[in-house]
């Protein structure tokens, strides 16, 4: 019976939406999927912190929940910070992983959300700072992270 009445009101809904749509010529779609991943997103958070399921439920929520806000506020602002928002996309797998890593009991989410985020902070430090990068930066990012692993082989070993 729960799945009648969650079917009507979702065909209610379309209905009413696409009659609002049509009438005031606001294209609602493109609010409206944006917020479904909101809605998705915040969803998983508490089914997790409801249920204590496995953590890694959260990194599917984390991407749903950022990748929902940074469509909503491309569809406010008309795309007009598109471009200089890219960063946003590796900065969403790694929220992702680190919620999965600071909520759960996984350890092993925490390498991909050092490396996530910080793919997503070199793109964010490139566009506002693009002086700097026009050195050859991309000859110092293997190093850089190969150091970065090797310091945080070195502290695992230590915790252990």
């Known amino acids: 019976m729960s799945r009648n009445i969650a079917a009507g009101i979702f065909l209610i809904t379309i209905g009413i939406v696409l009659i609002i749509q049509r009438t005031v010529g606001i294209n609602l779609w493109n609010y409206i999927w944006p917020f479904s ?40 602002t008309n795309g007009a910070y598109n ?53 050859r930066i991309r000859d110092y990012l293997i190093p850089g992270f190969l150091i970065i692993f090797g310091v945080y082989i070195l502290f695992k070993n230590r915790r252990q």
Not at 56 to 71: A, C, D, M, W
Not at 86 to 115: M, Q
Request: charged share 10%; net charge positive.
């Open 37 to 76: 991943l909101i809605v998705v997103g915040i969803g998983i958070h508490y089914k997790f912190f409801h249920d204590k399921n496995d953590s890694n439920i959260l990194v599917i929520g984390g991407i749903l929940l950022t990748y929902g806000l940074l469509f909503l506020f491309n569809n406010i």
């Open 83 to 135: 471009s200089k928002t890219n960063f946003v996309y590796f900065l969403g797998i790694g929220i992702g992983f680190i919620e999965s890593f600071i909520f759960g009991d996984n350890n092993k989410n925490l390498i991909p959300a050092i490396i996530f985020i910080s793919i997503s902070i070199y793109f964010l430090l490139k566009q506002v700072f693009p002086q700097i990068y026009s050195i």
